[in-house]
């Protein structure tokens, strides 16, 4: 099984960005996607979910209105567009896979597949 994040960068306050996760080794459809961020010296958080058909989306209070996920399960992706982005969205952005799932597990140990996470800095 592997998720591959790509995407992250270096960005400046209210630009938009979009990170990919592209799965492989696993029923891509039998599985909800989420997006997880780590900043330094944090906790990892939940930013966003979606559930296997695209049924059950959820962002954190911290992105709503502003990050917008999605999947593409003809590709095996799934995609977080990022719009105006703040320095507090500076973090090291995960994806990971929950057998089942509807999307709205918040929890990271809910997932039992992580990718390697790819960095996004927000310069103000």
């Known amino acids: 099984v592997q998720l591959q994040a790509s995407g992250g960068g270096l960005v400046k306050d209210g630009d938009s960005s979009t990170l990919s996760c592209a799965v492989s080794?696993?029923?891509?459809?039998?599985?909800?996607i989420a997006w997880f961020r780590q900043a330094p010296g944090k906790e990892r958080e939940f930013v966003a979910g979606i559930g296997r058909n695209s049924r059950g989306i959820t962002y954190s209070d911290s992105v709503r209105g502003r990050f917008t996920v999605s999947r593409d399960n003809a590709q095996n992706t799934v995609s977080l567009q990022m719009n105006a982005l703040k320095p507090e969205d500076t973090a090291d952005y995960f994806c990971?896979?929950?057998?089942?799932?509807?999307?709205?597990?918040?929890?990271?140990?809910?997932?039992?597949?992580w990718g390697q996470g790819t960095q996004v800095t927000v310069s103000s």
């Open positions: 080794g696993l029923y891509f459809t039998s599985y909800a």
């Open positions: 990971a896979a929950r057998l089942g799932g509807s999307g709205g597990e918040t929890a990271p140990d809910m997932y039992g597949y």
